[in-house]
């Protein structure tokens, strides 16, 4: 629709669609206004009475917020397109994400960013983008593909191109490396994602000169007074794998810590853990039930995210924004009566046509041979094991007795067990391997090709046959997740798009899933926690203390290979 | 300095400039913070204790501020150059500006912007733009200029360019004329600001719809309401001729109205005012006396603005941010002890060297000839009478019986006298005249150059003869005020440039200007008033209820001249 259209639909009050009855949340004087919601096609053209329409929705007196919008996160975690993501999170009221596509770039670098972006080009979801800024994350594992500032150069003018993504390599930027300085130069002016947990003093403000200014990794109150003193915007993170946020928010609200530059974001949550408990609005009920004002809580999960990310449209229902909406029930349980899409229409949950998924992204598993050899680790009386911490993804370093065997191999027993992480994407050869404890496997084995962030093939397990069985079952499909025992396949995940998503609906894959946690808990795993989370976040070099990438074992504090 | 020396200056704490033991005000977490503030050249490195300094100031205890911000000023009102007025407002703590050289632009056009913009280019004062974008302000009155969106295209790409100016002409833009659209896309998706006092209703949606932003020509708390519920920044405006700021305010705190969407703006403040008074501190002043709490009053003036026009460096004390700073006694007087400049250097209020003038805008006093037969008006019994209202810019209309000559023509008495708006840009000859009422002129007559926004010559007297030699005497120096009483220039200050500002020295400027008022109270002015202001006013057709331009008498209501 032209915009002198609008300008005239707005001054006449003829309306396309009229949401009548609503209390409509105003994020801008933080009022609750009951009244009508006049559209004309996508816009917003007034909120009041007696607006002519075409079309009437009555919203008998339910509470009408803007579009929630989760400010970051990677839709490959999903495991599924972004159109099957669309429709699992807009039922939930989400109508906007802010998309770090740093998953797939690290196995397909630019063609992967092109390849999703497309993906998401006209799905109902708003789907923004933040530029992956960190392929590979660091230089301390082989990624399937780089993405240099020059690469970044032919996405500047993508419209849904908003910023730099979340910038993980806080050594490199801190110490000015050549490639960081040419990227956050390339986006000087725009949004740029921090990513640096614990970050703190001297070195938080260098990062903060250097031009980061959001943070999603805060994890205790602290940390999130002394970023949010930076001026940097906190996202805070209700996903599948963090948690601790309750405690976070009640300090926030005991404090009184102003929320304005506060959001929401999922980062990574499991489809089935939206579809249980919600999405962006699954927050922000956790929200209010630690005491953050419903208006606050309303704005957190939609305006200031709008504000941070430069989107001067949305957030708000007001003349001239979008027609991103949704009703709620309340403010309280935020449950969902209603979508509203960016297209300004309710949203009918029906997928887009058939997507046309590029072949670039199919041909991602590449790894060499591998053989038993390979896989067996040399090992003194006491050994570093990676010591995972129940519900969190930081780990911990001990020094532990180890069972060896006559060759004075590591062998599982005493809850340790092995941990490999093999280089899949140019047959390269390399296998980082180590020990791990908090699987408790026995007789079997589990792997995966979703390994944050450069997404090699990661494995745990106790003994070295079904540790190569699972490999090679992964080479087989292209990528995803298996797990195995005493020879045999129990249950397997393909994701042959890029070894991180498939285009498989959401059903079968959640079935598959929970055939993965059964059989995962055949072999061993503890039924309360998920394996497959744990594994994929074992190989992440830029996450406290200890992991183990395709290069070797990890102290991801000092930023060094542990010497065995 | 290269962004990554600063970098590793924020790394190792090593800065150039300290300012130790301040409270700093943080605008993120609304805390006053105790400890020290480290810059490296102009931008600030850490916030906090433990910095290696090559120079220190102690601030003692005080209060150190963001820089504060004027979100919306007219310079060429101040009526001197921009180095002259930079170095009134800085001693305030205003080290940035938000201009709209719509005065100028009016007068000379582009080359009109283009030399306000060059000669605020290294003042220590930080002097953004936003473009005219009513240039003339309105089809009824004759301007020096026309600038069209293709015009604005050559500063679409000039750092200092924000956005579009204030978009005066609401009837244009909600009935989507041609030009206000080619203007209004060209800027779209950068700040707009707006002006539509009393726009309310359909009208206002449309105009929101049309893309202005903000507003600062609210004169009651309804009109803020409802204009910040369509999601406008609300500029509070606190300058010579406007008034009824601290009922406003008062009622916003009554109110409970969020203030993050709200800001201070002069517009237009008498330099002499601004001596006496304050500059943005005397707003915040006023706020923090009507019952804003004194941080969020300090993020009016400053962090407010900052994020309204897209000033992602300004308006916070943190690292990253540029060292505009204001160090106050108090955050209730917001008496000044010390201003850190856009350099991150103490001010030192010392001129920059002389600016060069470009001679474009010194030809612009272009008048045809006038005689005594063209002020002539004629008159019926009853006639419509321009009601000035103390101490506001709007006026009224009063139908009242007038004194006439025998040939029928208006002559002054009952506290009525001559208005005549004279076409001083192309000798096109258009003379506009009335009948006006507040000034009580006795033989005399007081002329300006300065007449908002077309900047022809307005005078207003009770004889012709005076008024005729005013005109004259204005003529000759090229633009200026005058008061003119039996024959005699009784005061003159010239305003060769454009008509509007002289380069002499501010002092010489208040001098000649109290002259000026002696010289009005002398003919009959009441001394309360300034009737400089009241008559620069009097041609402006965008303010209700009724104007006079060169083109006649004027209804801003309807928008239709009256017939007499």
């Given at each position: 629709?032209?915009?002198?259209?609008?300008?005239?639909?707005?001054?006449?009050g003829?309306?396309?669609?009229?949401?009548?009855?609503?209390?409509?949340?105003?994020?801008?004087?933080?009022?609750?206004?009951?009244?009508?919601?006049?559209?004309?096609?996508?816009?917003?053209?007034?909120?009041?009475?007696g607006?002519?329409?075409?079309?009437?929705?009555?919203?008998?007196?339910?509470?009408?917020?803007?579009?929630?919008?989760?400010?970051h996160?990677?839709?490959?975690?999903?495991?599924?397109i972004?159109?099957?993501?669309?429709?699992?999170?807009?039922?939930?009221?989400?109508t906007?994400?802010?998309?770090?596509?740093?998953?797939?770039?690290?196995?397909?670098?630019?063609?992967?960013?092109?390849?999703?972006?497309?993906?998401?080009?006209?799905?109902p979801?708003?789907?923004?983008?933040?530029?992956?800024?960190?392929?590979p994350?660091?230089?301390?594992?082989?990624?399937?593909?780089?993405?240099?500032?020059?690469?970044?150069?032919?996405?500047?003018?993508k419209?849904r191109?908003?910023?730099?993504?979340?910038?993980?390599?806080?050594?490199?930027?801190?110490?000015?490396?050549?490639?960081?300085?040419?990227?956050?130069?390339?986006?000087?002016?725009?949004?740029?994602?921090?990513?640096?947990?614990?970050?703190?003093?001297?070195?938080?403000?260098?990062?903060?000169?250097a031009?980061?200014?959001?943070?999603?990794?805060?994890s205790?109150y602290?940390?999130?007074?002394?970023?949010?003193?930076?001026?940097?915007?906190?996202?805070?993170?209700?996903?599948?794998?963090?948690?601790?946020?309750?405690?976070?928010?009640?300090?926030i609200v005991?404090?009184?810590?102003?929320?304005?530059?506060?959001?929401?974001?999922?980062?990574?949550?499991?489809?089935?853990?939206?579809?249980r408990?919600?999405?962006?609005n699954?927050i922000?009920?956790?929200?209010?039930?630690?005491?953050?004002?419903?208006?606050?809580?309303?704005?957190?999960?939609?305006?200031?995210?709008?504000?941070?990310?430069?989107?001067?449209?949305?957030?708000?229902?007001?003349?001239?924004?979008?027609?991103d909406?949704?009703?709620?029930?309340?403010?309280?349980?935020?449950?969902?009566?209603?979508?509203?899409?960016?297209?300004?229409?309710?949203?009918?949950?029906?997928?887009?046509?058939?997507?046309?998924?590029?072949?670039?992204?199919?041909?991602?598993?590449?790894?060499?041979?591998?053989?038993?050899?390979g896989?067996?680790?040399?090992?003194?009386?006491i050994?570093?094991?990676?010591?995972?911490?129940?519900?969190?993804?930081?780990?911990?370093?001990?020094?532990?007795?180890?069972?060896?065997?006559?060759?004075?191999?590591f062998?599982?027993?005493?809850?340790?067990?092995?941990?490999?992480?093999?280089?899949?994407?140019?047959?390269?050869?390399?296998?980082?391997?180590?020990?791990?404890?908090?699987?408790?496997?026995?007789?079997?084995?589990?792997?995966?090709?979703?390994?944050?962030?450069?997404?090699?093939?990661?494995m745990?397990?106790?003994?070295?046959?079904?540790?190569?069985?699972?490999?090679?079952?992964?080479?087989?499909?292209?990528?995803?997740?298996?797990?195995?025992?005493?020879?045999?396949?129990?249950?397997?995940?393909p994701?042959?798009?890029?070894?991180?998503?498939?285009?498989?609906?959401?059903?079968?894959?959640?079935?598959?899933?929970?055939?993965?946690?059964?059989?995962?808990?055949?072999i061993?795993?503890?039924?309360k926690?998920?394996p497959?989370?744990?594994?994929s976040?074992?190989?992440?070099?830029?996450?406290?203390?200890?992991?183990?990438?395709?290069?070797?074992?990890?102290?991801?504090?000092s930023?060094?290979?542990?010497?065995v």
């Open positions: 629709m032209k915009q002198s259209e609008l300008i005239t639909a707005a001054l006449k003829e309306a396309t669609l009229v949401v009548k009855n609503a209390r409509v949340v105003n994020v801008f004087t933080n009022e609750i206004l009951e009244g009508d919601v006049a559209l004309s096609e996508d816009t917003i053209i007034g909120v009041g009475k607006f002519a329409a075409r079309e009437e929705i009555d919203a008998g007196g339910a509470y009408l917020c803007p579009g929630f919008i989760d400010a996160v990677h839709i490959e975690s999903s495991m599924v972004p159109d099957s993501f669309s429709r699992v999170i807009m039922p939930h009221g989400t906007t994400i802010i998309a770090d596509p740093h998953e797939i770039a690290n196995v397909c670098g630019v063609a992967g960013v092109r390849a999703i972006y497309k993906l998401s080009d006209d799905l979801l708003r789907v923004m983008f933040m530029m992956p800024s960190c392929v994350a660091t230089p301390f594992e082989n990624s399937g593909a780089a993405i240099t500032a020059e690469d970044m150069e032919q996405f500047m003018r419209s191109m908003l910023g730099l993504g979340e910038v993980m390599d806080a050594v490199s930027t801190i110490n000015c490396s050549k490639d960081m300085m040419d990227k956050l130069r390339l986006f000087d002016g725009r949004p740029i994602d921090g990513h640096a947990p614990l970050l703190s003093g001297r070195a938080l403000n260098a990062y903060r000169v031009g980061p200014s959001t943070d999603h990794e805060c205790n602290d940390e999130v007074v002394e970023k949010l003193r930076t001026g940097m915007r906190i996202l805070l993170r209700v996903g599948s794998a963090a948690n601790g946020m309750e405690e976070l928010i009640t300090e005991k404090h009184g810590l102003p929320t304005d530059n506060m959001m929401f974001c999922t980062d990574d949550k499991h489809i089935e853990n939206i579809r408990e919600g999405h962006i699954c922000a009920r956790m929200a209010v039930k630690c005491g953050i004002d419903p208006v606050q809580a309303v704005k957190m999960a939609s305006y200031n995210a709008a504000r941070a990310y430069g989107l001067r449209n949305i957030g708000a229902i007001a003349p001239g924004y979008k027609g909406m949704v009703l709620f029930e309340d403010l309280k349980d935020f449950k969902v009566l209603k979508v509203f899409t960016r297209f300004g229409k309710p949203y009918d949950g029906k997928p887009t046509p058939m997507p046309i998924i590029p072949q670039a992204v199919y041909t991602s598993m590449n790894m060499a041979p591998i053989s038993k050899d896989l067996k680790l040399p090992a003194k009386d050994m570093p094991v990676i010591c995972q911490i129940e519900g969190q993804l930081v780990t911990e370093r001990r020094d532990l007795p180890v069972c060896r065997d006559a060759e004075g191999n062998v599982s027993g005493n809850g340790l067990n092995k941990l490999a992480v093999i280089e899949r994407h140019h047959a390269l050869g390399n296998i980082g391997l180590g020990i791990v404890q908090g699987f408790n496997i026995h007789g079997g084995a589990i792997a995966s090709t979703v390994a944050h962030d450069s997404h090699n093939l990661v745990v397990g106790d003994n070295d046959d079904d540790m190569l069985l699972a490999a090679e079952s992964l080479r087989e499909c292209g990528g995803g997740f298996c797990v195995v025992s005493h020879g045999i396949v129990l249950a397997r995940l994701l042959p798009i890029a070894g991180l998503m498939t285009d498989a609906p959401v059903d079968s894959v959640l079935e598959i899933q929970r055939a993965l946690l059964d059989a995962a808990a055949y061993g795993v503890d039924k926690s998920d497959l989370v744990a594994l976040f074992l190989a992440l070099p830029v996450i406290p203390a200890i992991r183990l990438t395709d290069k070797g074992l990890f102290d991801s504090a930023f060094k290979f542990i010497e």
